[in-house]
């Protein structure tokens, strides 16, 4: 119960940061929000932001299942990732956008998620990016 309610506690953190960071990394392309948003990835993960984002998709799923939180955390973490890669595509970094897409969906996979479906926490966020996608703001 209380890991429950303590995970719980560190998802509501990590989504209102995200909507923050990722709005401005990917709809208003702040490159440093990019930074942020890796920083908080690994808060949220315990790992080392360089390292963890460095990981290959099989690598990352593997340490995501030693912190023993990736069925509670991977949709999120998938989604973020993926957000990561639109972001990362907008700077004209194709390699780091395909690893992001690429380690979104082993994590995923890795926990039983579709990458395709929007966790509930991020759909108002989803929806801000995808009316900015439709009105030609960004790729």
């Known amino acids: ?48 932001p360089d390292m963890l984002l460095s990981l290959s998709p099989d690598s990352l799923v593997t340490m ?7 069925d509670a955390l991977g949709d999120s973490v998938a989604y973020v990732l993926a957000r990561l890669g639109d972001a990362e595509a907008q700077r004209g970094d194709k ?3 395909a690893l992001r897409r690429q380690q979104a969906r082993a994590v995923a996979l890795g926990f039983g998620f579709n990458n395709q479906i929007v966790p509930e926490q991020f ?14 703001r960004f790729i």
């Open 1 to 48: 119960m209380l890991q429950r309610d303590y995970l719980s506690k560190l998802i509501e953190s990590f989504t209102k940061q995200m909507e923050v960071y990722l709005k401005d990394a990917v709809i208003l392309r702040k490159t440093e929000s990019i930074g942020e948003v890796e920083e908080a990835l690994g808060e949220l993960l315990e790992l080392d």
């Open 64 to 70: 995501i299942a030693l912190g023993g939180n990736g």
């Open 95 to 97: 390699e780091t956008a």
């Open 123 to 136: 759909k108002d966020l989803d929806k801000e990016i995808q009316d900015a996608r439709a009105q030609g």
